[in-house]
């Protein structure tokens, strides 16, 4: 089954102590679909600038993504800059500028209107809702949010959180909105808001997610998925997105939604997760094989599973 | 087989958001003793003052603990206070009075020299080294330290890990004794400084093992287990020490000691750190059954394992 993403396309400045880049292919969108690539066919809707190139776009084609939803407007594309010191879990902003993406408004192609996955990256909660509001045939919709829009648009967000099958947010995020510090009451909370089930990334420590009760089976028991200890963390931009590009990839190409695939989904999020993080921007999500990617998969079930 | 543990034992006053308590029994070696005493019989070697009274003894020997080797010393009891706000992961120290901690020398009383498995809990290095080399027949040490000790006390602590099998940490101690800041490769440090094995403690995610190429088996795999999502935490107080309790005891129950072994007594380790932390001080630990403990280890094992 195929899965529409709808999110950012940007180019990115990146320093950590492993080097530094300039004017990479980076955004929610591209990590995303790159990713979920590996699963299923992706189509993605995002605006670039006329910076934006035909080897830009082949990155993309390469990896067999659909382009067609990728808005050209008069203009640059968004670009961010980031620093990460020897913490690599926080990146200190150098600079953003939106550019093209400051007045962003998602077009899905008519073509893409069968598609039955979506996946709202991080844009403002109202164009989220509208979004999925437009694809009625949609199975399964996942989310993401931020801090930015926890704090300025709360309302727009609830609206939107109802319209969200799964969120996949970090920790902060969750007790942010729950307004609440321990994770399973906060989780709860967030819950209660909308979704069936609800991902919390712990970065270096893994993902949980919780389920609503009745939600794609029985009870209300969460699971976990583990990260892999890994020895250079290159880069950490856009693990989030690659774990949500493997979560929902995966369910994308399954044939049922249940628990277990919900459980496998989390392990293959962490598993794409771990591999965008060892090398800058996205090179390693271009050049993958589905070989690599279900030896680690191995690896993390032996990082955690007892004989 | 038995344990024997050598450490502190204490008397606390914790307040958290759930509550208040004073002068309850608390203690790196009383926390950790409870613990490993569901699994192997318990020795302890600790020093109390005359507030040590017979009703506080009794509930060590309720469990079957060992208490030949608890020193009385005229004084008072080594006592502590702490406060958790909200984010129950830290406690701000309201006093420490070490009493008659502070001259403790550790004596191993003639009954206790056969013991073959040894927790030294967390006191001054120079005293856990004497207290391993006086142990002849010790087919496995663990051990823990603080962030006190390695910036105190570095040469005297290098010393204590090169007789150490398995040191039980976590991650802030662990990136502070090697001086780096990746978890993995501040690992790997680690272990050259003398342990065979490392338990990094992650709090709320879990805990980590690493081991030493060919260190109770085959390769260098790290192994991850979970910690339990807890709805109200009350007191964290001792989790890490009941953590090493159910790690340690584990391990003692056991005929032989290799990776499937020490995987399963991290888990153990989690499930009796999940418990700790559900009531103020040792509440917990004292009435638990073997099948509480063996229906959570199943509950461990179905939050992490597919099908």
Request: hydrophobic share 40%; net charge neutral.
């Amino acid at each position: 089954m195929s899965i529409l993403v709808v999110g950012s396309v940007a180019f990115d400045n990146i320093s950590s102590p492993a080097g530094h880049v300039e004017n990479i292919l980076g955004g929610a969108a591209t990590y995303f679909s790159l990713a979920a690539s590996y699963f299923t066919n992706v189509r993605v809707v995002a605006v670039v600038g006329d910076d934006f190139s035909a080897e830009h776009e082949a990155i993309l084609k390469k990896r067999n993504i659909d382009t067609l939803g990728i808005e050209r407007a008069p203009g640059k594309t968004f670009r961010w800059g980031g620093t990460y010191s020897d913490n690599l879990n926080e990146a200190k902003t150098d600079f953003t500028e939106l550019n093209v993406f400051e007045k962003f408004q998602p077009r899905i192609p008519k073509e893409y209107l069968d598609t039955r996955f979506l996946f709202l990256a991080n844009i403002h909660p109202t164009l989220q809702a509208a979004v999925r509001l437009e694809m009625n045939g949609v199975r399964l919709t996942g989310g993401d949010t931020m801090n930015f829009w926890i704090q300025r648009t709360p309302k727009e967000l609830a609206e939107t959180l109802r319209l969200v099958n799964v969120l996949l947010i970090n920790d902060t995020e969750t007790k942010m909105i729950a307004g609440e510090s321990n994770l399973p009451r906060a989780a709860k909370k967030v819950l209660a808001l909308g979704p069936q089930a609800l991902v919390v990334k712990h970065g270096e420590y893994g993902a949980t997610i919780f389920f609503r009760e009745g939600a794609f089976g029985v009870g209300t028991h969460p699971f976990r998925a583990p990260a892999l200890p890994i020895d250079e963390v290159k880069d950490p931009t856009g693990a989030g997105d690659s774990f949500a590009g493997g979560f929902m990839g995966y369910i994308a190409s399954q044939g049922e939604i249940n628990r277990e695939v919900l459980k496998r989904a989390l392990f293959y999020g962490g598993v794409m997760g771990s591999f965008a993080v060892e090398r800058f921007g996205t090179e390693r999500l271009q050049n993958l094989s589905r070989g690599e990617i279900d030896a680690r998969f191995q690896l993390f079930r032996e990082l955690t599973h007892l004989e």
